[in-house]
């Protein structure tokens, strides 16, 4: 395991009560946070993925629910504001749970230009509150960092370079967790 999804998850349940909600998760992936949703009344998990369990595009998808949560994916979307305004609409709050600006591993993945595009959006929202946490993602040795990287690109590849021959590899990472409510009156 790369990241420790269990103080993950203890991390989102702290942050937000989904205790009786139907919440559409944007960007499920391989459910590894899934945990949250033993308190949910219903988790619908949609994702561009085929093994998701509701194949779909979220731009267009036609889902009503208590709470989108944006599962890491926020920074993935082609307009995150876009996609924020689209969850204002499904659903009376929008949690966004993603990598945090100037996170190593966001920088290691290639990825740090889509993450502050993200919180970038976030802010231009209600935002409730806001939590930023640490954590690490950890390897074995390089070729299980590479393994992870690899579908990222040249770049994500150079970046591990300095880490090969190495074992018991940490990288630290932040994440951050966001709550915006939409005003429904």
């Known amino acids: 395991m790369a990241a420790d999804y269990t103080k993950m998850v203890a991390d989102l349940l702290a942050f937000y009560d989904f205790g009786g909600k139907t919440v559409l998760t944007v960007g499920a992936g391989g459910g590894q946070l899934i945990e949250y949703g033993r308190a949910a009344r219903k988790v619908l998990a949609l994702d561009s993925d085929a093994a998701a369990p509701i194949l779909g595009d979220f731009c267009t998808i036609a889902l009503d629910a208590d709470v989108v949560l944006f599962e890491f994916s926020l920074h993935e979307m082609a307009d995150p504001g876009v996609a924020l305004e689209r969850a204002r609409r499904l659903a009376p709050a929008v949690v966004v749970f993603d990598h945090g600006p100037g996170s190593l591993w966001s920088y290691i993945a290639a990825e740090e230009?889509?993450?502050?595009?993200?919180?970038?959006?976030?802010?231009?929202?209600?935002?409730?509150?806001?939590?930023?946490?640490?954590?690490?993602?950890?390897f074995p040795g390089y070729e299980e960092l590479c393994q992870k990287v690899k579908g990222q690109g040249e770049t994500s590849l150079a970046r591990i370079e300095r880490y090969r021959g190495q074992a018991g590899i940490r990288i630290p990472f932040t994440y951050g967790l966001a709550l915006i409510e939409v005003n429904t009156s």
């Open 113 to 138: 230009d889509k993450v502050v595009a993200a919180w970038a959006a976030v802010c231009r929202f209600p935002v409730k509150k806001t939590r930023i946490y640490d954590g690490v993602q950890a």
